[in-house]
Nanobody
Framework: QGQLVESGGGLVQPGGSLRLSCAAS????????IGWYRQAPGKEREGLSCISSSDDSTYYEDSIKGRFTVSRDNAKNTVYLQMNSLKPEDAAVYYCAELRYWGQGTQVTVSS
């Protein structure tokens, strides 16, 4: 049984940075495309980014393009989401997912 666990969320001031981690157990992340999602209170979950399994090509939703970067560390079986220039509207619970598994989420709060 596979599992994904996110970490790295927290409170950050506007303009600040956070790096979220998505660690896998029970399967090899490198074999699968991994997506990052977020859900703010009262809003639907939205897809933000993904990294492919074949060539590590990436996709970014327009609102995060140029500010967020997704990457892999295969040795650590972990995918990262580097988030820079954070805005109050980026505040949400962030999730990573593979087709079969979702993490439990990590809270990101952006406030001064």
């Amino acid at each position: 049984q596979g599992q994904l666990v996110e970490s790295g969320g927290g409170l950050v001031q506007p303009g600040g940075s956070l790096r979220l981690s998505c660690a896998a157990s029970g399967f090899t992340l490198d074999d699968y495309a991994i997506g990052w999602y977020r859900q703010a209170p009262g809003k639907e979950r939205e897809g933000l980014s993904c990294i492919s399994s074949s060539d590590d090509s990436t996709y970014y939703e327009d609102s995060i393009k140029g500010r967020f970067t997704v990457s892999r560390d295969n040795a650590k079986n972990t995918v990262y989401l580097q988030m820079n220039s954070l805005k109050p509207e980026d505040a949400a619970v962030y999730y990573c997912a593979e087709l079969r598994y979702w993490g439990q989420g990590t809270q990101v709060t952006v406030s001064s």
